[in-house]
Nanobody, 124 residues
């Protein structure tokens, strides 16, 4: 089994920055694709960013392109989401996800493992 634990969420003013982390533990052997998703109240969970196992490929949702950056440190089994120029519409619970694959995945149903989420609130 794989466990994912997100951290780094919080309350920030519009225009500010946050850095989310997702630490992966348990069955760490393998090549894991990682992704970030978010879910606002009353809305479906949506894709934010994804990175493949070697960090050679990344993919972003149009709504956050140019503001957010996904990265990973495989030595630490950790993936990051640097969020800059935050907007009130970025307010949501942010989840990280993982799957043992070489591909870069952008949809919820492709991932096998999920964290519990971390709340990000952006005030105007």
């Amino acid at each position: 089994q794989v466990q994912l634990v997100e951290s780094g969420g919080g309350l920030v003013q519009a225009g500010g920055s946050l850095r989310l982390s997702c630490a992966r533990s348990g069955r760490t052997f393998g090549s894991y694709a990682m992704g970030w998703f978010r879910q606002a109240p009353g809305k479906e969970r949506e894709f934010v960013a994804a990175i493949n196992w070697s960090a050679s490929d990344t993919y972003y949702a149009d709504s956050i392109k140019g503001r957010f950056t996904i990265s990973r440190d495989n030595a630490k089994n950790t993936v990051y989401l640097q969020m800059n120029s935050l907007k009130p519409e970025d307010t949501a619970v942010y989840y990280c996800a993982a799957k043992n694959t070489y591909a870069t995945l952008t949809t919820t149903w492709e991932y096998d493992y999920w964290g519990q989420g971390t709340q990000v609130t952006v005030s105007s």
